[in-house]
């Protein structure tokens, strides 16, 4: 009941706030920042990385239903859609057997693929690569994470990659471990930098007939 009391409390005051000094931006201030203090106050404690389950299917492909609609906004580029293989009747079997290198193409790496989740609510997808490709070690490096559109900017993108993070130093066969993003990605190298991630340099990539620049972070093993 106490927290229950103290939350209404506190964006009650962060409305007030907004409201008298930043009245046009009341409503995106008061998203944000109630989102941060609910963070803070009570934490991500039920997050965690799951092997893909068949429960979350349908919140799986409304993630990736939601992610293309980003891409053709213009919002990400198309090697940004994570939620592989949404549209076939065995992904979980799929994303299952990227772990095997024998059911793998010759120039695919083994990877694991988790599910981010929060009980009964799918929130996004990291994918461990246990080792690097020439190509990716140009863009792609050892994770690579997605998180559902519609819970974009609540901080769950900082804790996927702080959990994939955890199970890459496991599951990672190189010394260090290599994250990239495109360059105009704010949000995603944000993340990689709160996460220990150290800018190496920027290269030029071209992928599905799209040219983006690249930065490539490295974070201790």
Known sequence: MFFTWLRSKLYISLFQLFYYNKYT???????????NIE???????????????EYYIEQYKEAY?????KIEEGVIKKHNQMFNYANDDDLITKLLDNRDETKLPSHYVPAYYYFLVDD????????????????????????????????????????????????????????N????????????????ESNGG??????????????F????YWIKK
């Open 65 to 69: 239903n939601l992610t293309n609609e």
């Open 177 to 192: 471990i290599l994250i990239t993003c495109d360059d105009d990605n704010i949000g995603s190298y944000k993340i990689i």
């Open 120 to 175: 009964n609510k799918f929130l996004g997808i990291v994918n461990i690569r246990i080792k690097l490709t020439e190509k990716l070690l140009q863009y792609g490096g050892h994770i690579g994470y997605g998180i559902n559109p519609k819970y974009w900017r609540m901080g769950y993108g900082t804790e996927a990659l702080k959990l994939g993070l955890e199970n890459a130093r496991k599951l990672v066969l190189d010394d």
């Open 213 to 216: 620049l690249t930065r490539r």
């Open 39 to 53: 963070g803070i106050l009570w934490g991500n404690n039920m997050l965690k990385l799951i092997d893909p389950n």
């Open 198 to 211: 150290i800018l190496e340099n920027k290269v030029e990539n071209e992928d599905r007939g799209e040219k």
């Open 25 to 35: 931006y009341t409503v995106y201030f008061y998203t944000n920042i109630t989102y």
